[in-house]
């Protein structure tokens, strides 16, 4: 290694506002995501609840098949398949709620059978109708039970919007990409990215962690 | 589309290249994340200070850098410090590591799950720690594992696309020149997605298969209906494989 | 290194000097002494937290004293004093003087990854190094003597629990202990099981000279099987006779207290 030196605190201070800026783009792509995420996967839960296996059979395919394919992959096919009116980060808002609601159904799943069944038998003997008890009794304690789900989601999911640099929507991994592409230095921004992501998903884990343990 | 069709049938041996990539990247990247996830498992749950804190670091390092800014770094930058990696190596070593790092979690979580009075019963027969751990604990704990692994290894397949971006030739790859040849997205991604949800859902066959064995010898052994062994488990990411790991 | 009991003449097989055993701020163990001769067969009773259980697990190594001694056959255990200083003793040292202790669980702690012969071979293969051979023979001899023979290759979850608890008795002997340790080895087993256990361990009390240090509720097997029963009480021993005596002549108002509460 010669003086020109392998990194410059020069070029660190350069980049930085580009990525700050694509930090904004990556927070806002997680919080649509996971609102996407947290209000479909409660529809598929309860639909995965339907009496008829006509409903369950071809929606359990949809969602596995989701959940065990490449979101990258996912993502670039969609922004193919659509017109070119529509903005990317909508594309990439909707793919990553989507590919998210199938795992949060699961935790919905979960969060609904952790209901006791005393629970239901309560509301029944109340003879309180069927979509009350879901809304007044059910829902309320399953949410409770999903919260750690979401948190622990919202962090993955945060760390997986770089993907969004295949269909070129310009959040904080794009950035650092492209000044590396122009100035043929991509140390900084690189190295900058990967810290600027611990340095956010690090203390929301933590929090989530101890959100866990507070309602377990 | 019959074109599409005989476009599909010239491209079959490049998809198979691309299949043996994907493999090679995922059981390769698989293998290296259980040896770093044993390493930084059992690192992570010593009483001693100086190899407990770096193992906490290291993992909280990887999980924490995302996937895809560590492919890229691996790509990029490291070749300027003057190491330089073949693709495959630098996608196996970026998904070894991140994986590893969640599969860490699992280990110590597993681990910490067995019962203290196995230990105790192998210190009482005067066994070895490494004997203790190989023929006594891991045992149990693989058990607990395998589920939360199998998650795992669905994850790493799906993150190991991300190598059509460092040049590789996966399945992703061929997916990409099968639109290209074909001009139809919708056939030929369809087809790329089919391929991968194929090679997840036999993963999963083989994870439920070593999961029912692993059960059996420790005298859980239901015999496994086919259910068991062909239904796909619920895949999570590995955020949440981490917050089972003590429970499970 | 396992010298026949007998030949080791009068030095004691355990010997506690001076130890302490703290779980944080809560002394269980106030520089406790005592010790046990070759080939005795001693009952350690009062009440729970009074340290029994504790001295059986300092034993075993399963807990580090916090000051003292502990000598087997004489030879130091855990920690010995090294000029002035408490020194702990090496793990390879320690192995040696392990290979003499065996002990029984409460939760019989058996690993269900193995069969019944697996677990009682294991040790005596890979510690002692017999051949395998040698070690399934010995095991069959076991488990016939624990009248577990039938259930040779089951897996252990596969057992109830008084049939888990013989065969965790049969693996503690397959080691050819010189001091066994009983730790509450019936209080997780049902009532009408309990009878078969005590029987097993009679069994090997009349044709061993094993020295036995046991902890247990069951007061007429204590009185039946050993020649020693030790009171404790917060740490000290308060009161020490042989059975007769003990249970039915004690002089301590802490054993008198103890033993109505107990026998009823």
Not at chain 3, 21 to 38: E, H, I, P, Y
Not at chain 3, 147 to 159: A, V, Y
């Amino acid at each position: 290694m010669n003086d020109e030196s392998i990194w410059s605190w020069e070029t660190a201070w350069d980049v930085l506002p580009a990525l700050l800026r694509g930090l904004v783009v990556t927070i806002e792509a997680t919080v649509v995501g996971m609102v996407i995420a947290s209000i479909l996967g409660l529809l598929i839960a309860l639909a995965m609840r339907a009496p008829t296996r006509w409903v369950r059979g071809p929606l359990r395919f949809i969602v596995d098949f989701i959940r065990m394919t490449p979101l990258l992959v996912q993502l670039v096919f969609v922004y193919l398949l659509s017109p070119p009116e529509i903005p990317a980060l909508v594309i990439g808002f909707v793919v990553l709620g989507i590919h998210y609601a199938t795992y949060m159904s699961e935790v919905y799943r979960a969060g609904i059978e952790a209901v006791p069944q005393g629970q239901w038998e309560a509301a029944t003997a109340l003879n309180l109708p069927k979509a009350r008890t879901w809304r007044a009794i059910i829902l309320p304690q399953a949410i409770r039970n999903t919260l750690p789900g979401l948190g622990n989601y919202a962090v993955s999911m945060f760390k997986e919007t770089p993907f969004l640099f295949a269909i070129s929507v310009v959040e904080m991994y794009t950035e650092a990409q492209s000044y590396g592409a122009n100035t043929f230095s991509y140390i900084e921004p690189l190295t900058m990215v990967g810290l600027l992501f611990l340095i956010v998903s690090y203390p929301t884990s933590l929090l989530v962690r101890r959100m866990e343990i507070r309602l377990a | 589309m019959s074109d599409d069709l005989q476009l599909l049938i010239d491209s079959l041996p490049d998809l198979g290249n691309g299949v043996l990539v994907t493999l090679q990247m995922t059981l390769g990247g698989a293998l290296l994340a259980m040896v770093v996830a044993l390493v930084l498992g059992f690192g992570a749950r010593t009483p001693s200070l100086w190899v407990r804190a770096p193992s906490r670091v290291v993992i909280e390092f990887f999980r924490g850098t995302s996937l895809v800014v560590q492919i890229f770094w691996l790509f990029y930058v490291l070749p300027q410090f003057g190491f330089k990696m073949e693709a495959l190596a630098v996608a196996i070593v970026a998904l070894g590591l991140n994986y590893g790092a969640y599969a860490a979690e699992v280990v110590r979580g597993s681990i910490e799950s067995v019962p203290t009075g196995q230990w105790e019963a192998a210190t009482a027969l005067n066994l070895g720690w490494l004997h203790k751990v190989r023929r006594v604990v891991f045992p149990q704990a693989w058990a607990l594992m395998i589920p939360q692994l199998a998650n795992l290894l669905i994850q790493l397949l799906k993150g190991s696309a991300l190598a059509f971006y460092i040049t590789l030739h996966d399945v992703y790859w061929w997916t990409d020149e099968l639109q290209r040849d074909t001009r139809d997205t919708f056939f030929s991604f369809g087809c790329g997605l089919i391929v991968y949800f194929v090679i997840a859902y036999i993963l999963t066959w083989g994870m439920n298969w070593l999961e029912e064995r692993a059960k059996r010898r420790l005298g859980r052994g239901t015999r496994p209906r086919l259910r068991d062994v062909f239904g796909l488990k619920p895949g999570v990411p590995s955020e949440i494989a981490r917050m089972k790991g003590g429970t499970a | 290194m396992t010298t026949s009991t007998s030949s080791t003449g009068d030095v004691p097989a355990i010997e506690f000097k001076d130890v302490v055993k703290r779980f944080g701020d809560n002394v269980v163990l106030d520089k406790l002494n005592f010790s046990v001769a070759q080939g005795d067969r001693v009952t350690l009773i009062g009440p729970s937290g009074s340290g029994k259980t504790t001295i059986l697990r300092l034993l075993m190594t399963l807990e580090e004293a916090n000051g003292g001694l502990i000598l087997i056959d004489g030879d130091p255990y855990t920690h010995e004093y090294k000029g002035q200083k408490w020194v702990e003793i090496p793990e390879k040292r320690r192995r040696v003087v392990r290979n003499r202790v065996g002990m029984v669980f409460q939760q019989f702690n058996l690993f269900p990854n193995m069969t019944v012969i697996e677990n009682i071979i294991e040790a005596p293969i890979h510690v002692l190094g017999k051949s395998k051979a040698e070690a399934v023979a010995r095991g069959e001899e076991l488990l016939e003597q624990v009248g577990m023979s039938e259930k040779r290759d089951f897996k252990t979850n596969q057992l109830s629990g008084g049939q888990q608890q013989r065969v965790a008795i049969a693996r503690a002997l397959a080691m050819d202990p010189e001091i066994l340790l009983l730790d509450e080895v019936t209080s997780a087993l049902d009532p009408e099981i309990v009878a078969d256990v005590l029987g097993v361990l009679r069994e090997i009390a009349e044709t061993t000279d094993i020295t036995m240090l046991l902890v247990t509720h069951e007061m007429q097997f204590a009185r039946e099987v050993s020649n020693r029963v030790l009171m404790f009480d917060q740490g000290q021993i308060v009161e020490e006779a042989d059975p007769e005596t003990m249970f039915t002549n004690p002089t301590h108002a802490r054993t008198k207290e103890f033993l109505k509460a107990v026998l009823g």
